[in-house]
């Protein structure tokens, strides 16, 4: 006998990362776009992943959802190493554990459908998989405060509610883990700020692990912990408002912008040590040297 689907939230899932290396293959030198990403995510946290574009940000969402494989390195999301799954495998995980919110909220919905009939949508693939019993999609829509929009066909709406619907059915299938590509994406400030606080309800309603890609320090600032992606490398990182250094798996440290503009390149840092703490400063060379 087995048990019954339960229909109560899953909560989050962590997240860790060792040593990720990803390439892009071309004629040529290939695209290196990630450069040995160590990153630890606890569950249940809100992470920006903040950085300009092409710095490897999207590439590292991708490889959380399983959508690609990394070059070398491990990514376990929970107790689950991605490298290790097969094609089946990995399509169970994306329809129950992961949800990978596109950039463009019509990519991930069906226009010409109601918010309710998109959400019921996004949960048949968890449902093919029958691991737990899924809410009513008005119900669900209802818990996240978006239940004058059951009804309401996509098209008909403002792009800003449209991507709350898209957020909307992205966890409607209950997953552990929410990746969001740039959702406050050409939004104005009243869009984005629905968009934020729907994301702070959804962690806080049902528990999930959201890690989101932005451009928006005002929006990466808007959550607890930040990250910045520099040149394929985990850079500075800054919780409740704190910057970070962080040092990674190979010795490498890399210094938050507003410390990193105070040095030009090729600079000499003198780094010494004073009981507890530790001095930085440049090297001044005199006039003759």
């Given at each position: 006998m087995t048990?019954a689907?339960?229909?109560?939230?899953p909560g989050?899932?962590?997240?860790?990362l060792?040593?990720?290396?990803?390439?892009?293959?071309q004629?040529g030198?290939?695209?290196?776009?990630?450069?040995g990403?160590d990153?630890?995510?606890?569950?249940?946290e809100?992470?920006?992943?903040?950085g300009p574009?092409?710095m490897?940000k999207?590439?590292?969402?991708?490889?959380l959802?399983?959508?690609?494989?990394?070059?070398?390195?491990e990514?376990?999301?929970?107790?689950?190493?991605l490298?290790?799954l097969?094609g089946?495998?990995?399509?169970k995980l994306?329809?129950?554990?992961?949800?990978?919110l596109l950039?463009?909220?019509?990519?991930?919905?069906l226009?010409?459908?109601?918010?309710a009939q998109?959400?019921w949508?996004?949960q048949?693939?968890?449902?093919?998989?029958a691991?737990r019993a899924?809410?009513?999609p008005?119900?669900h829509l209802s818990v996240?405060?978006l239940?004058?929009?059951?009804?309401r066909?996509v098209a008909?709406?403002?792009?800003?509610?449209q991507?709350?619907?898209?957020?909307?059915?992205?966890?409607?299938?209950?997953?552990?883990?929410?990746?969001a590509?740039?959702?406050?994406?050409?939004?104005?400030?009243a869009?984005?700020s629905?968009v934020?606080?729907?994301?702070?309800?959804?962690?806080?309603?049902?528990g999930?692990?959201v890690?989101?890609?932005?451009h928006?320090?005002?929006v990466?600032g808007?959550l607890?912990?930040?990250?910045?992606?520099r040149?394929?490398?985990?850079?500075?990182?800054?919780r409740l408002?704190?910057?970070?250094?962080?040092v990674d798996?190979?010795?490498?440290?890399q210094?938050?912008?507003?410390?990193?503009?105070?040095?030009?390149p090729?600079?000499?840092?003198i780094?010494?040590r004073h009981?507890?703490?530790?001095?930085?400063?440049?090297?001044h060379?005199g006039p003759?040297?």
């Open positions: 048990d689907p339960t229909t109560e939230a989050g899932v962590d997240v860790h060792r040593g990720v290396i990803h390439l892009y293959e004629e030198p290939d695209i290196v776009a990630l450069r990403v990153l630890d995510i606890e569950a249940g809100m992470v920006a992943l903040l574009s092409g490897g999207s590439t590292l969402l991708q490889l959802a399983g959508m690609m494989r990394p070059s070398t390195g990514i376990h999301v929970g107790q689950v190493d490298g290790k097969g089946p495998d990995l399509q994306r329809a129950t554990e992961v949800s990978y950039q463009d909220a019509t990519e991930n919905l226009p010409y459908a109601t918010a998109n959400v949508f996004a048949q693939g968890s449902r093919r998989h691991s899924l809410p009513d008005r119900e996240l405060g239940e004058h929009f059951s009804d066909r008909e709406l403002p792009r800003g509610m991507q709350q619907v898209a957020l909307a059915a992205a966890v409607g299938n209950s997953p552990r883990l929410l990746l590509d740039e959702p406050t994406k050409q939004l104005d400030s869009a984005t629905a934020v606080a729907l994301l702070r309800t959804i962690n806080e309603r049902f999930t692990t890690v989101l890609v932005t928006d320090p005002a990466a808007s607890a912990r930040t990250i910045t992606i040149d394929g490398r985990v850079g500075a990182e800054g408002g704190t910057q970070y250094a962080v798996g190979s010795g490498s440290i210094l938050p912008p507003e410390i990193l503009e105070l040095f030009p090729q600079t000499r840092l780094v010494q009981g507890d703490g530790i001095e930085l400063r440049p090297e060379l003759d040297e």
